[in-house]
């Protein structure tokens, strides 16, 4: 099939490159996606969605882009800085109030 | 705003003993609560919801006598781990909702269980 961008569970940048994480959802009926921060020892930090009807959004350093086709969603971060680095999770929703979230991608920024 | 906050951040417990998380949302009321757990170098697998004043929902495969949820008020929710054992050990995160809708859940800083 086609290759879109594998989901690599690590992810090694330099500082001031951009970072481009990968993520297949599994259900065709999702709705609602979003893209969390993870920094060791805390919370999930929320960072950017996007609805279904949408394939692009755009925040501060950060775009989303949705493929419904493939079932697949990339966070893009433009000039990674140390700060960025994170465990960095895909999350579903569908039509209801649960999150299921994806296998997460570890991002380290080298100086 | 929307800051939840978890108590304690970190427990060592023995085994055989129970230890309560507490989940507070504090800047907001929270008509829906989530608890989850997640495993090193794991995603999140949610555990179960609690909406105030009702029984929480379990998801399959968690044991409801052994993770017992309270949801006393819009602010509040506490997750008891009883008799805990060493495979009960993890970092249990929770979130909070101030409505049905999903995308405002604003997760708390997790806590982490040790148990001997």
């Known amino acids: 099939g086609e290759s879109v961008g594998l989901h690599l569970p690590t992810l090694s940048v330099q500082e001031g490159d951009n970072s481009i994480i990968n993520c297949a959802y599994s259900n065709s009926a999702s709705d609602y996606f979003i893209w969390y921060k993870q920094e060791s020892g805390k919370g999930p930090q929320f960072i950017i969605d996007?609805?279904?009807?949408?394939d692009k959004r755009q925040g501060q350093r950060v775009t989303v882009l949705l493929n419904k086709t493939v079932k697949h969603l990339s966070l893009q971060i433009a000039a990674t800085q140390p700060g960025d680095s994170a465990v960095y999770f895909c999350a579903e929703n569908i039509n209801d109030y649960k999150l299921s979230f994806g296998a997460g991608t570890t991002v380290t920024v080298r100086a | 705003g929307a800051v939840v906050s978890q108590h304690p951040s970190r427990v060592i417990c023995k085994s055989g003993t129970s230890v309560k998380i507490e989940c507070r949302s504090l800047d907001f009321q929270a008509t829906t609560m989530f608890w989850y757990r997640q495993f090193p170098k794991k995603s999140l697998m949610l555990m179960a919801t609690s909406n105030e004043g009702s029984k929480a929902t379990y998801e399959q495969g968690v044991e409801k006598d052994k993770f017992l949820i309270n949801h006393a008020s819009l602010t509040l929710s506490t997750l008891t781990v009883t008799s805990a054992h060493p495979e009960d050990s993890s970092f249990y995160i929770c979130s909070a909702a101030p409505g049905r809708a999903y995308n405002e859940q604003f997760f708390g800083p997790g806590t982490r269980l040790t148990v001997l």
């Open positions: 996007i609805r279904s009807n949408m």
